[in-house]
């Protein structure tokens, strides 16, 4: 009895395939960018493999071949994202972080802003009172300024100083407290530098127009 030899595989079948899955992959990572739209940049609720699958229109079986969970499908979509803006981490020198800051904030802009929550009334009058006070400030020392540059230059400060920024620093960048009030003050003094030098905020050297 003679065996038949086993048929060779086609080589350009693998090829085919891999192509194939990278197609769908690149498919369901868009589909849990799209997810996305519509809602603020930090509400990620809906990027779940099921709502991935659907929007994708594979099968949720399909989503795990590529993704072992929800977790490596959100970083190869925070991937994308970051590809989208064009922005690259890996390769990031210190000429390049006001440039990345603008191509990242401008994406952002892109998605609608999450709801602020409510103030309590005192803590509400107690930021019209600060943003007054600053407006005040960067006013009697550039008073040649536009009122577009006054009011930027005034919000960098409320900013920086907000307790948000010092418990930043203090929770994600483990400073401790004096660390972090001796950073914070640090670039306030630098803006203030920069005022008392007329120079203005930098939208004016990115082409944007001014009042």
């Known amino acids: 009895m003679t065996t038949k030899p086993a048929p060779v595989r086609r080589r350009y079948d693998n090829t085919l395939r891999r192509e194939r899955a990278a197609q769908t992959r690149t498919r369901i990572v868009a589909a849990g960018a799209e997810l996305l739209q519509g809602s603020s940049i930090r509400d990620w609720g809906a990027l779940t493999i099921r709502g991935v699958a659907e929007r994708a229109g594979v099968n949720e079986r399909t989503v795990y071949r590529h ?3 929800e977790r490596t499908l959100r970083n190869a979509v925070m991937q994308h994202l970051e590809a989208s803006a064009g922005v690259d981490l890996s390769t990031v020198q210190l000429d ?8 990242v904030l401008r994406f952002v802009s892109s998605y609608p802003m999450a709801p602020r929550p409510l103030l309590d009334p005192t803590l509400a009058a107690t930021n019209r009172r600060q943003h007054d006070a600053l407006l005040n400030a960067v006013g009697d020392e550039a008073p040649g300024w536009s009122q577009s540059e006054r009011v930027l230059a005034a919000a960098m400060f409320d900013a920086l100083w907000k307790v948000e920024t010092y418990e930043r620093l203090v929770g994600e960048w483990a400073l401790d407290p004096e660390q972090a009030i ?3 003050t640090w670039v306030i003094e630098l803006v203030e530098e ?3 030098d007329g120079r203005g905020p930098a939208v ?3 082409g944007i127009r001014r009042d």
């Open 182 to 184: 001796s950073g914070i």
């Open 194 to 196: 920069a005022i008392r």
């Open 96 to 103: 390049d972080v006001a440039d990345i800051t603008a191509r």
């Open 67 to 69: 993704f072992a969970n």
């Open 204 to 206: 004016r050297r990115r």
